[in-house]
């Protein structure tokens, strides 16, 4: 291939331009490295300055703080000087005065021990004094005693039997005033009808020929009747009623009213008896809940057990000696409300455990026990207030009295079932206490005669002034009340008079 002279310029010009084109660029690219490179310097000198100043600044802080800690460690350590100073001279004194105390606890001690011996020493010298007296009068301490107690009742027994009157009719009548008051107050404040309720188990008939529709074909209806009710029905010859009889009150409450709407309907069979009998169950059940919830209302105890209303309200068909047993339970609660009040106990208290009270008589005839027993364990089952439990379980002393609220609940329970009308007794049961009053009266050495008076509220007792004198006679009528309060029975209190009486007859002729 032929080169011309043309194209070997033009390649030396691109090799010669290429060449300095590479050189400038070098050039410009150690220029640009070189002008970078005094930039970072800068940087770095600027950098390490204010590196510098950072810490001398940090260096001048922690200078100044050290100097503040050791200022404030120099004026505590001043402080701590202080405070032991003080602290050495209490204990200085601490000591001094347990010194003091340790010597004048020997003192005492030293004193003590005197006493001691000069009592030891005047027991002595009593001891052979009354020996000394014994041996002189032949007699031992408790007959001398004894003899000298019977010759100041034979010189000085009317000043003796005067004082002891003096002095006990001015506690009495201090106390009873007291009593009084606060008794009649309550009982006032409280006015609560004088009929008692009882549970009639008597149903009425209007008819004779009921009686064969009761009993039935072969007795089919009456025993479907007592299995349903789980009573027993006495059909006799007594005109115009039929007896149920049964141990439990809401029992033969169903039964009565149950029987009572068969005898209304006319149509008495199985299948019917079965119907009444649970319509009965259930509007019983009804009354029951109500009963519980006004009784509740009325006295103003509106936290009470679901179950505890259903139990109280059990107690609505339940009567104890004629008297209901829940409108004797709302009555107690009244009179303790009001009997707290005055006496600064818990009116609160007093009034549950007087409305829980007779709760144990709604499951009496299904569980062991006594009333007061198995009221105690329900209360217990229901976590009642230990207070409440306390109170209500003393009201027949069966347990002793803990609170000043169980004396109260006590006397409340004497108040409600011993007010006129509360309560009605069989004659036989009522004469049996008059006759036992009497007897008891009567076993006295001493007394000619006795009697029973005030429906047993009373019993007056003759003596004989040759057996008995006013001294004696003080005395014989304590023991006659003691011996009442430990073998009778009876609501309220019994009072016990005393009447010795000289009779002189003369004849003028």
Not at 52 to 62: G, H, L, P, S, V
Request: aromatic letters at 4%.
């Amino acid at each position: 291939m032929y080169i011309t002279p043309t194209r070997v310029i033009a390649l030396l010009t691109f090799l010669i331009g290429f060449a300095i084109g590479y050189i400038i660029r070098q050039l410009l690219v150690q220029q640009q490295e070189t002008s970078a490179g005094i930039k970072i310097k800068q940087l770095l000198l600027d950098a390490k300055a204010k590196a510098q100043q950072t810490i001398e600044e940090a260096k001048r802080k922690a200078d100044d703080i050290l100097d503040a800690i050791k200022r404030e460690e120099k004026e505590k350590e001043f402080q701590m000087r202080k405070i032991e100073e003080r602290l050495s001279k209490k204990e200085e004194i601490a000591e001094k005065q347990q010194l003091k105390l340790e010597d004048e606890i020997q003192k005492i001690k030293y004193k003590a021990q005197e006493i001691q011996r000069r009592q030891e020493s005047l027991a002595n010298v009593e001891e052979q004094k009354r020996k000394e007296l014994e041996k002189i009068a032949s007699l031992s301490q408790d007959e001398a005693k004894k003899e000298l107690f019977e010759s100041l009742e034979k010189q000085h027994g009317k000043e003796i039997l005067e004082r002891l009157q003096k002095l006990e009719l001015y506690g009495k009548e201090k106390l009873e005033k007291k009593a009084q008051e606060i008794l009649t107050l309550t009982i006032q404040r409280l006015a609560s009808s004088t009929a008692s309720e009882i549970t009639t188990t008597a149903v009425p008939i209007f008819s004779e020929e009921l009686k064969g529709k009761i009993i039935g074909k072969e007795g089919r209806n009456i025993r479907a009747f007592e299995r349903a009710a789980g009573i027993e029905i006495i059909v006799d010859d007594t005109p115009g009623s039929v007896i149920i009889s049964g141990f439990d009150p809401v029992r033969r409450q169903v039964a009565k009213m149950a029987l009572e709407n068969l005898i209304l309907d006319g149509r008495i069979q199985p299948a019917r008896i079965e119907d009444a009998i649970d319509k009965a169950k259930s509007e019983i059940e009804k009354i029951i809940k109500t009963a519980g919830e006004e009784a509740a209302y009325e006295v103003g105890v509106l936290d009470l057990n679901p179950s505890l209303l259903t139990l109280l309200g059990r107690l609505h068909f339940r009567t104890s000696y004629g008297q209901n047993v829940l409108q004797h339970s709302i009555e107690m609660a009244h009179l303790a409300g009001m009997l707290a009040s005055e006496l600064g106990a818990d009116p609160g208290v007093a009034k549950k455990a007087a409305l829980l009270h007779d709760i144990g008589k709604a499951v009496d005839h299904e569980i062991q026990g006594s009333h007061v027993e198995i009221g105690r364990r329900i209360l217990q089952k229901f976590q009642v207030d230990e207070k409440i439990v306390k109170a209500m379980e003393a009201h027949h002393e069966e347990y002793p009295y803990e609170t000043i609220e169980s004396i109260i609940i006590q006397v409340a329970d004497t108040i409600s079932g011993a007010r006129p009308g509360a309560r009605r007794d069989t004659l036989e049961n009522y004469l049996k206490r008059l006759e036992n009053l009497e007897n008891i009266a009567n076993s006295f050495a001493g007394v000619e005669k006795s009697f029973a008076i005030q429906a047993g509220r009373e019993v007056r007792i003759f003596v004989s002034p040759e057996q008995v004198s006013d001294l004696q006679a003080k005395k014989l009528a304590r023991s006659i009340a003691d011996r009442v309060e430990q073998e009778l029975k009876y609501p309220g209190e019994i009072k016990v008079h005393l009447i010795r009486e000289s009779r002189v007859v003369e004849y003028a002729r």
